[in-house]
């Protein structure tokens, strides 16, 4: 049996095996209108062999959520046109599969190409488990790490958006017995009004879901796994492409015009931002939706989730006049940052970038399908929260703790600790209690021998920490407070094993001048900086932890997560500067170093609060070639 899903393949059929094409050829299409519509042929029941030909992994993805997707089967090959490593050394592992007597996959070495898994399993299963296995091959698939979840069930048909989530199936109606141990925490019923049940000790909470795929009293939601700024290259401002979107309710459709009233792209309101529109609008500098709106309250829906998707991507968006319906279904957030003006056309891309990212993060944290649900679960307050990130600050260096403190008890991220590292016998004196007087945040302070190396101070400090997520600050680098927020916000729709920033801002105090150097954010990189890793408790004590090194400590714990089969992501570096003064740096290759790379600089430290408090006043430099304070100048080539 042989299933078609997506759009017309066109050109990428030449990346498919003979054996697909063919079969292109001789299936009926019909084009979808929605995630369900994907297929030329609905299977049902029981299937000795199934093969899928897939359009793209999204288009995978979202037929899982399908009815059709329940077929069993003990056989299946699954090919997908267009596919492209994540990173250069990306291998996939096989996905949790019951019974798998054989898999085999191949898949090219490099540029967007095909990819074919085929698997023998032992006895039939759904077909949807095998995708979800399958997924893992093609990409990272790790769920923020959490001590509590519920198991959540969706009426038949699903919203791919919902499947997505770990832990959540699809099923038809209400179980009979609600005290059985195999009975959902979460029901999401197409109809029927809110109700609850409970024995005592289990709680089982059912809701409705509208016909836009809505759960009642929650916000829009979308999978941020597969909608995202993952990959996004593109200048802002003036210098970067300024589109306009045109919406057309009745006909259920969506197009991206340019300044010339060019067609760049478009797609159905009825589904996610798919393939070609998610990668182009990833290149867009500027989307304006003025004059868009709805008479109709689902066509208001469909409008709010596009502007949604769009902000994801790190598209800046424009909606001065945003309707009064339309605005009632986005984060307030978000909302603001819309309707706000943009930037004066003059103003440095930097102060457009900064847009960019303030935005993509009220997108992301207030309307990720994977954050909303989480927290939405029941009135238990350890099912609302949010993993808990635990803050590494090891020093050895008392005249630094005070800033360094400051800013992580800034930090806006609610589920925070701070792990205070005190390293040496210099900091026996250090008034602890006046540090910490003004700080909310649950607080451990661990004291170490100074004889010990960075490395055993860092396990110490892991030692007495109680987040599922951890994180390391450098007591000298300047941290924005949105930093950890968009750590935990970049771990959830990257899916990997470490997340981080890249150092691109540094501010050199001998010369009191800040520059930037260029690096390519949004993607599986293996370069991030020390001062910015974030990685969850079992991914790092299933790595060996830390090593006891004096020294490249960071670079030692990405090598072991690497030689361990994890994946690195790096973000936006907004928000992080890296602090050079000169003294005590355990990596120090000079100042020449960091000018010779520099893309553009600013006399003094920058002002944006975005990046945090600013720093001690430095020692004045006569430097001729720095321009005044907070005015950018061209760095040297490179």
């Known amino acids: ?69 329940t077929v069993r089967t003990r056989r299946v090959s699954i090919v997908v046109g267009q596919w492209q490593a994540p990173s250069r050394d990306w291998s996939g592992r096989l996905g949790p599969l019951p019974g798998v007597i054989s898999q085999r996959t191949w898949r090219p070495r490099r540029g967007t190409e095909s990819i074919r898994v085929s698997i023998r399993l032992e006895e039939p299963i759904e077909l949807r488990r095998v995708i979800a296995a399958v997924d893992n091959v093609m990409a990272p698939n790790q769920p923020l790490p959490t001590p509590i979840s519920s198991e959540v069930r969706i009426q038949s048909p699903a919203a791919a958006h919902l499947v997505a989530q770990p832990n959540v199936s699809v099923a038809d109606g209400v179980p009979a017995d609600l005290d059985s141990p195999d009975t959902p925490d979460l029901l999401l019923l197409r109809s029927g009004s809110h109700k609850m049940s409970t024995d005592g000790t289990r709680l089982h909470t059912i809701r409705s879901i509208d016909a836009s795929d809505r759960i009642a009293n929650l916000p829009i ?58 990668i182009y609008l990833r290149k867009v500098g500027v989307v304006d939706f003025a004059g868009v709106g709805s008479d ?26 945003m309707p009064a319906d339309i605005s009632a279904l986005i984060g307030p957030e978000l909302v603001g940052i819309l309707t706000e003006p943009l930037p004066p056309d003059d103003a440095e891309p930097l102060v457009w970038e900064l847009r960019s990212v303030r935005q993509r993060r009220a997108a992301l944290r207030e309307h990720s399908a994977g954050l909303v649900l989480r927290q939405s679960l029941g009135p238990h307050a350890m099912w609302q929260s949010l993993p808990a990130v635990s803050v590494l600050l ?28 005190l390293h040496g016998d210099q900091m026996d004196g250090v008034d602890v209690d006046s540090l910490l007087a003004e700080c909310s945040l649950p607080v451990h302070v661990v004291r170490i021998d100074g004889k010990l190396p960075f490395g055993d101070a860092l396990a110490s400090a892991t030692a007495r920490s109680t987040g599922s997520l951890i994180t390391k600050f450098d007591d000298d680098d300047r941290y924005g407070s949105e930093h950890v927020w968009d750590l935990v916000l970049a771990r959830h729709y990257s899916q990997a094993t470490m997340v981080g920033k890249a150092a691109d801002f540094v501010y050199l105090q001998d010369l009191d001048t800040t520059i930037r150097r260029s690096s ?78 520099a893309s553009a600089r600013w006399r003094g430290a920058l002002h944006y609060p975005d990046f945090g408090p600013l720093p001690p006043e430095p020692v004045p430099s006569s430097s001729s070639d720095i321009s005044p304070s907070g005015q950018q100048t061209q760095g040297r080539p490179r």
């Open 520 to 597: 390519r954010p949004e993607m599986y990189n293996t370069h991030l900086a020390g001062g910015t890793l974030l990685i969850s408790r079992g991914d790092l004590e299933a790595a060996g932890g830390w090593r006891p090194v004096r020294r490249s400590i960071d670079v030692t714990l990405i090598n072991r997560i690497r030689g361990a089969g994890g994946v690195l992501y790096r973000t936006h570096p907004i928000g992080y500067v890296l602090h050079r003064h000169g003294i005590g740096h355990t990596w120090d290759p000079g100042t020449e170093y960091f000018l010779d790379r």
């Open 1 to 69: 049996m042989w299933v078609r899903i997506g759009p017309p393949f066109g050109r990428i059929a030449q990346r498919l095996p003979r054996r697909a094409r063919h079969f292109l050829n001789r299936t009926r299409w019909t084009a979808p209108d929605s995630p369900q519509l994907t297929l030329g042929t609905r299977p049902r029941g029981l299937a000795e062999r199934i093969r899928v030909t897939a359009y793209s992994p999204l288009w995978l993805r979202w037929y899982a959520a399908d009815d059709a997707a």
């Open 394 to 421: 090891t020093s050895r260096r008392p005249s630094y703790l005070a800033a360094s403190i400051k800013q992580i008890c800034a930090q806006t991220y609610p589920a925070l600790e701070l792990v205070l590292a």
């Open 221 to 278: 939601m979308i999978d941020a796994t597969a909608i995202n700024p993952l990959g996004r290259k593109a200048d802002y401002g003036p210098q970067g492409r300024q589109m306009r979107i045109e919406v057309n309710v009745r006909a259920n459709a969506w197009a991206l015009t340019s300044k010339d009233a060019k067609r760049r792209t478009r797609g159905s309101l009825s589904i996610p931002l798919i393939d070609a529109s998610l």
């Open 296 to 321: 109709d309250p689902a066509g208001s829906v469909r409008i709010a989730s596009l502007a949604i998707q769009v902000a994801m991507t790190g598209a800046i968006c424009t909606w001065p006049a």
